[in-house]
């Protein structure tokens, strides 16, 4: 139980960091980035959610999550470089 206690600390701060990141960024590709950590964090903050309930259901929804997550981070990249590669 104290494994899921500090992963969540880390993850918050993770979150944390990265929306300061993200509003503070210099540039397009920083604030791309900031948003993939930070959307990466709260999924793995859901999935420990999902561990401490011990909901069946989380990780399926955490499944598809990861999925359109890196759709999106592919689509981020694509936009940020402007289809160039």
């Given at each position: 139980?104290?494994?899921?206690?500090?992963?969540?600390?880390?993850?918050?701060?993770?979150?944390?960091?990265?929306?300061?990141?993200?509003?503070?960024?210099?540039?397009?590709a920083n604030r791309a980035v900031a948003s993939?950590?930070?959307?990466?964090?709260?999924?793995?903050?859901?999935?420990?959610?999902?561990?401490?309930?011990?909901?069946p259901y989380v990780f399926d929804v955490v499944?598809?999550?990861?999925?359109?997550?890196?759709?999106?981070?592919?689509?981020?990249?694509?936009?940020?470089?402007?289809?160039?590669?």
């Amino acid at each position: 139980m104290i494994g899921i206690v500090v992963a969540t600390l880390l993850l918050g701060a993770s979150v944390v960091v990265a929306g300061v990141r993200m509003y503070l960024g210099p540039d397009d590709a920083n604030r791309a980035v900031a948003s993939d950590l930070l959307f990466f964090s709260v999924v793995g903050l859901v999935a420990l959610l999902g561990v401490w309930m011990r909901g069946p259901y989380v990780f399926d929804v955490v499944l598809g999550s990861t999925v359109v997550g890196f759709l999106a981070s592919v689509a981020l990249a694509l936009a940020v470089t402007r289809g160039r590669r």
